[in-house]
């Protein structure tokens, strides 16, 4: 059957009305009110073409009956208007069938703005159709959504001029659709207008100006309407304020300059004028005091109130809810959920879930989504890895924001396996991974030290869909962040799919930070110069970074001349731009070029901080010029910054250098009148500047008022310390390292070291001992200072000078057992033999990594030697000729003691004969150990040795000074009879 004989014809007036047909725009009307004279009451003052009908308000005329075909004839119309482009071709053979309410449902049944224009525009060209307001609104909302303001206005003055009045719909639908696009001031003009009508806002309308006014945060505002809304008032003027904070979508900035001046202008004199005052007034007198009735409105307060951080308010709203018999719903109980937890009240959270429940609520996933990201937030896995699961217990599914908070918790924590098991239960439900989650889980895999998992998952990210400018700068800054430049480079210069992922100025930045990072200044500054040749829009930010960067890297000439650029391109920079190109001039001692960018700065109009100023005084102060140091001082006191401590500090510096006792008293009494008084670095600054000048009883004093005070810290018994150590006081030293000890303040390399010199200047050695043991215990990694102080121990206890060269060779080589050998060889220096083997365990026991180095093998006979363990010793060397490691002057040195130890006196013999007929090297310490070794022996023995230098026998002699009867300093020969008996 054709359509013909489906749908009979329409009469042939109708027919030729329909090719009339052109719209490509609106017509443009006259402006001017619609009717002047009119004083209907705003709902029944429409002027219709033909009377109304009284049973159908928005119906065509009598001419179109219903039949049998009619709902068959909009779902057919639906259908052609979906297949076809040609709306004529597509609707003309239905016309005759479609009332105005189908009409309705067909515009709204269209895919975007410009399609509804071009179907109501062929509706409205027929000469039968009769204008109404619902169409109005459904053209009106499409052109909102799609932003399109200048059509908008046409329409309107199209609606005025047809007759067509706006109902509180319409302006309900304008404010609602106004404050969701984020133009927050122009949808409040529109309930202004409303009120110029003579409309009272009902429920919905009030319920859409407080969203409006929550979602700019103006919460007071919002409560305010909703009051005088209560009473029966609306205040227009207290929605008078700046609207340069107000628009949260950046829209306002979008809107053509003639549609504000419409919306200003032209929309008060448009649509049936303005009501007198005496009019206004009574209408808000027949307004009653009235409350909310809707679920809607009792949620947009809970909110309102939460977000304004009202949580008395919030919860009085809530029971005044249940307490009217409103309905409560989920999204009322998920508002309150989110509330209560937001603010750290997770048991009332808790309770009203229960409370919910009870009611015959059924969770859903945003309520699961809640509790998961809640207890994220406060680090509890557990409960947060709880609620995901009862997403699919309730049967239910995990959306978005799910898998986003629970990836965003288990990155945050590391917990690899976790997050790749969330992944492949995503992907089982044919979802994927979302965009936000993905800089979360590059850095996860980065701190695991998993580099190539971070590129698998943006390798097959990017196979399915292109990621956002946003998320790429947010990954190649994870990855310039942590060093990997070149990953991040990658990134940068990935393959583009679409034309419209062109590199934006977000990731231009990210990647020059990321070169900024790696030091690698001339591709940052490359990548600047690439920026300019694509035309790329610069920002202030980029400028700014790029200043500090290279200032920072004292790259000062390229940053001056960017600062120049940056200004000639209108820009103003900040601060912190010109404090650290001045703070580099200050580094490189380039003062003049300093005070020229100061100058600049002021004459940018750019307000020097305390920043600035402290780096111009320390510059002074540094380079001996105080008077110039004091000159910025007081410049930086007129502009209303008070001196801080490090300023103050660099002062005393600088008083100190110059000896000026009486500058220093005048900073300490700054110091001290500072409001909360001095802290612990300005006093221990105080301390050492006694120390400096030699004012002991001063330094002494200002030490034992922060003792008293309870204010004193490891870096104020430090200081201390090392003054009484330098002038010879050790009891006092000892003293202040046993308080540091008792009062747990040895937490740090710095404090272990210090006290252990303190010790072993006193020659503790044995305390020193202790303390390198603790200090290993507690895992402090030791630093160049420590080293020291153990050598200086090593020397002072008669060590083989050779066996401490030979360790400190070690350490220059960066011999992997070096640390290790040198704690076994103190530790068996000190008797502590227990120490001492486990250290040697680390290094020496292991079958399959031996040290290829004779110094590994010296130190552990040494060790198991002075343990007793001679055959352990013997051993090692044996292990050390089956490894083909060649014996040194060290190895022989312990050796020998080994076979003393043992009375194995042919091998001291053989030791002896090397060193006689100089097969070995001439050594004081080696001339010890064989005279050692035969007494342990009880060998009479004739020993002949001559010293080649003066060193040597000062040596000898300080090493034997408890046996001189036997050393013959002057000839420098010794000739020994050693006669032992059992």
């Known amino acids: 059957m054709s359509c013909a004989d489906k749908f009979p014809v329409r009469s042939s007036s109708l027919s030729s009305s329909s090719s009339k047909f052109v719209a490509n725009t609106f017509t443009k009307p006259l402006l001017g009110p619609l009717n002047p004279r009119c004083v209907c009451p705003p709902l029944t003052c429409f002027r219709l073409k033909t009377p109304p009908l009284p049973t159908k308000v928005y119906s065509f005329t009598n001419q179109k009956k219903k039949n049998t075909n009619y709902e068959s004839a909009l779902d057919s119309a639906l259908e052609t208007l979906e297949s076809s482009n040609d709306v004529d071709d597509a609707l003309d053979s239905f016309y005759e069938y479609l009332s105005a309410r ?9 895919r975007n703005w410009k399609r509804v224009v071009t179907v109501f525009k062929w509706f409205t060209s027929h000469e039968d159709y009769v204008h109404n307001v619902i169409h109005y609104n459904v053209v009106l909302r499409a052109l909102v959504r799609g932003q399109q303001w200048d059509q908008l206005r046409l329409c309107w003055i199209q609606m005025a001029n047809n007759d067509v009045l706006p109902t509180s719909h319409t ?18 003009l529109w309930i202004k207008h409303m009120r110029m009508r003579g409309f009272f806002p009902n429920e919905v309308i009030m319920c859409s100006v407080v969203t409006v006014l929550k979602d700019v945060r103006e919460f007071d505002r919002a409560d305010r309407f909703y009051k005088n809304w209560c009473r029966g008032n609306v205040d227009l003027d207290d929605l008078d304020f700046d609207s340069s904070t107000l628009n949260t979508k950046g829209s306002n900035s979008s809107l053509p300059l003639s549609f504000k001046q419409f919306l200003s202008t032209e929309l008060f004199k448009t649509g049936g004028g303005i009501r007198d005052s005496n009019y206004m007034m009574s209408l808000d007198m027949d307004i009653e005091p009235q409350k909310p009735q809707l679920s809607i409105t009792y949620n947009a307060l809970i909110d309102l109130y939460g977000k304004a951080e009202r949580l008395k308010d919030a919860g009085d709203v809530f029971a005044d809810m249940m307490k009217s018999g409103v309905a409560v719903n989920i999204s009322t109980f998920n508002t309150m959920i989110f509330i209560s937890g937001t603010h750290g009240n997770l048991v009332e959270a808790e309770a009203l879930l229960v409370k919910m429940e009870e009611r015959g609520i059924s969770p859903d996933t945003r309520t699961y989504n809640i509790f998961l990201s809640l207890y994220a937030n406060v680090g509890n896995m557990d409960a947060a890895l709880f609620y995901y699961r009862r997403i699919r217990e309730a049967g239910l599914f995990p959306d978005v924001v799910t898998y986003r908070a ?19 239960d995503m992907e089982k439900s044919s979802g994927s991974v979302d965009e936000h989650s993905l800089p979360g889980i590059v850095k996860m895999y980065i701190n695991k030290g998993d580099l190539d998992k971070a590129n698998d998952l943006l390798q097959k990210f990017q196979m399915n869909r292109e990621p956002s400018s946003l998320i790429c700068a947010a990954i190649i800054d994870v990855f310039g962040e942590n060093g990997f430049w070149a990953e991040a480079e990658t990134m940068f210069y990935r393959p ?7 590199r934006d100025i977000l990731e231009f930045n990210a990647m020059i930070k990321a070169y900024g990072k790696a030091e690698l200044y001339d591709n940052a500054v490359f990548l600047f110069e690439e920026m300019k040749n694509q035309g790329i829009c610069f920002i202030p930010s980029t400028y700014n970074s790029l200043i500090q960067m290279l200032s920072g890297a004292d790259l000062v000439d390229q940053a001056r001349d960017l600062t120049v650029e940056m200004q000639e391109m209108g820009f103003k920079p900040h601060c912190q731009t010109f404090s650290a190109v001045i703070a580099s001039y200050i580094r490189l001692g380039q003062l003049s070029d300093a005070i020229d960018v100061y100058k600049e700065m002021l004459e940018t109009g750019v307000k020097p901080n305390e920043v600035v100023y402290g780096s111009l005084i320390n510059g002074f102060a540094e380079h001996g010029t105080l008077d110039e140091a004091l000159h910025y001082f007081n410049l930086m006191k007129e502009s209303g910054f008070s001196a801080n401590l490090i300023v103050l500090s660099t002062l005393l510096k600088s008083y100190t250098k110059d000896g000026d006792l009486e500058g220093i008293n005048s900073i300490y009494q700054q110091m001290q009148n500072m409001e909360g008084g001095l802290d612990i670095v300005a006093w221990n600054s105080m301390i050492t500047t006694f120390a400096e000048l030699g004012l002991v009883s001063q330094a002494r004093r200002t030490f034992e008022n922060l003792k008293k005070a309870g204010l004193a810290n490891s870096t104020s018994y430090e200081i201390t310390m090392v003054l009484y150590k330098d002038i010879g006081m050790f009891k006092e030293a000892i003293k202040l390292a046993e308080d540091m000890k008792m009062s747990g303040l040895l937490r740090e390399c710095h404090s272990y070291n210090k006290v252990m010199l303190c010790y072993a200047t006193d020659s503790q050695f044995q305390e020193c001992g202790k ?24 020397k002072k206890g008669r060590f083989p000078k050779e066996a401490v060269e030979q360790l400190e060779s070690c350490f220059k080589k960066g011999e992997p057992y070096a640390l290790q050998a040198t704690y076994a060889s103190l530790y068996s220096l000190l008797g502590m033999h227990a120490f001492a083997l486990e250290s040697v365990q680390t290094f020496i026991e292991s079958e399959h990594e031996y040290p290829e180095s004779a110094a590994a093998y010296n130190v552990a006979i040494c060790v198991y030697v002075s343990a007793g363990y001679v055959a352990k010793a013997l051993n090692i060397h044996m292990k050390m000729r089956d490894k083909h490691v060649k014996p040194d002057i060290v190895t022989h040195i312990f050796l020998v003691g080994c076979y003393g130890k043992a009375g194995m006196v042919e091998g001291v013999k ?14 004081v310490s080696l001339y010890r150990a064989i005279k050692v070794a035969y007494r342990l022996c009880h060998r009479y023995v004739r020993m002949r040795f001559k010293f080649d230098s003066e060193e040597d026998s000062e040596a000898e002699s300080e090493y034997f000074d408890a046996e001189s009867e036997y050393f013959d300093a002057e000839s420098g020969s010794e000739t020994e009879y050693y006669s032992y008996s059992d």
């Open 102 to 110: 189908d009409i309705t449902v067909i515009l709204r049944e269209q």
């Open 171 to 188: 302006y309900g639908m304008l404010i609602d659709c106004y404050g969701k696009a984020g133009l927050a001031k122009e949808a409040l």
């Open 406 to 424: 629970l990836l965003g918790m288990l990155c945050a924590e590391n917990m690899v396996q976790a997050v790749e098991s969330v992944i492949d």
């Open 496 to 502: 583009r799919h679409m034309a419209r992922q062109a």
């Open 771 to 794: 303390l390198l043991h603790e200090m290993v215990s507690k895992k402090i990694l030791p630093n160049k200072e420590t080293l020291h102080v153990l050598f200086t121990i090593l």
């Open 910 to 923: 053989k030791i002896h004969s090397l060193l006689e007929y100089g097969e070995v090297e001439r050594s």
